[in-house]
């Protein structure tokens, strides 16, 4: 959309309607778009706490009043500015708040992108103001070119395909962090349901405290790919395709029907909710990670007692 040539007439005659997404490498703005330069381009991402160093846990209200700075200045190039939420999934209330009066009232010749992995997550007052463009999944052979590609250093799982489901970033993060090992602890863990080996799960909760970086937000990704692949299972059952050993056995007993499949499904949903607010809250993980067992438990004991 930046490099397109302004509508309508121009000094050389009429420009053609684009028939390509391709733009060419040494094209200026591709130019500009990777070193970070692009003044028609504001792309919103989780800011780094200056405190610590690291990235915060959601976007915050103030980083979607930037928006107002980047719709202040005067408009380059073919007069479209671009913004990238990136992703919608990561605001906090505040900022999505602040976020739905921008898309009530757009600036001329702006495009929005709502990047969100999670839809149901969105308010209702931001989905209905935008036009929704579903991205297919990479294909399993795609999927496993592009993780090759990305990590050449590194041996490839099969059941890393299966997990990733179709992301080459959640494949990358997998195989970076033992991700197929931890998934591999919370089905053997699952495989005591309705109840959980209390060891085990204080085992889990405790390697998700405080000061191990990055493994609270997965045992958290990955509790979530859990709950919904199990919730799928009765519909499409994924015997063939194992994420882990024992998985199947786990999925036929916990989900043997729609009605359990629905009961999942609801818990899948209710858990990401309690788990966003607790990030945002700064609760003890350890403690979140309890809650959840305790929430699993108690819908394996509705399916199962």
């Excluded at 997404?21 to 040494?26: N, R």
């Excluded at 499904?265 to 979140?288: C, F, H, V, W, Y």
Aim: proline share 6%; with cysteine; net charge neutral.
């Amino acid at each position: 959309m930046l490099a397109q040539e302004p509508p309508g007439d121009s000094l050389f005659g009429t420009s053609p309607p684009s028939t390509s997404l391709a733009v060419d490498q040494d094209h200026p703005v591709a130019s500009r778009i990777r070193a970070g330069s692009e003044p028609g381009l504001c792309v919103l991402r989780r800011p780094v706490d200056e405190k610590t160093g690291k990235l915060k846990t959601v976007i915050t209200v103030d980083t979607v009043r930037e928006l107002r700075k980047f719709f202040s200045l005067s408009a380059a190039g073919n007069g479209r500015r671009i913004v990238i939420v990136d992703c919608v999934d990561d605001m906090n209330s505040n900022a999505a708040n602040a976020l739905l009066k921008v898309l009530e009232e757009p600036p001329t010749d702006a495009v929005l992108l709502l990047v969100t992995h999670q839809p149901s997550r969105i308010l209702p007052t931001i989905r209905s103001r935008c036009c929704r463009l579903p991205c297919a999944p990479l294909s399993p052979e795609n999927l496993q070119k592009a993780t090759e590609i990305a990590l050449p250093d590194h041996a490839f799982d099969s059941a890393i395909i299966t997990l990733a489901e179709g992301s080459v970033g959640q494949a990358a993060e997998l195989t970076l962090t033992d991700g197929l090992k931890n998934y591999a602890m919370i089905i053997d863990m699952c495989s005591t349901l309705p109840r959980f080996d209390r060891t085990k799960l204080l085992k889990l909760a405790n390697s998700a405290g405080r000061g191990t970086d990055g493994k609270f937000d997965q045992i958290l990704n990955l509790m979530d790919i859990f709950i919904s692949r199990l919730a799928r299972s009765s519909m499409s059952p994924h015997s063939a395709h194992e994420a882990a050993v024992g998985e199947s056995e786990v999925f036929g007993r916990l989900c043997p029907d729609q009605n359990a499949a629905r009961l999942w499904a609801n818990t899948q949903l209710e858990l990401s909710q309690r788990a966003r607010q607790g990030k945002t809250a700064n609760l003890d993980p350890s403690s979140l990670i309890l809650d959840m067992g305790l929430r699993i438990e108690e819908t394996a004991s509705k399916i199962l007692l």
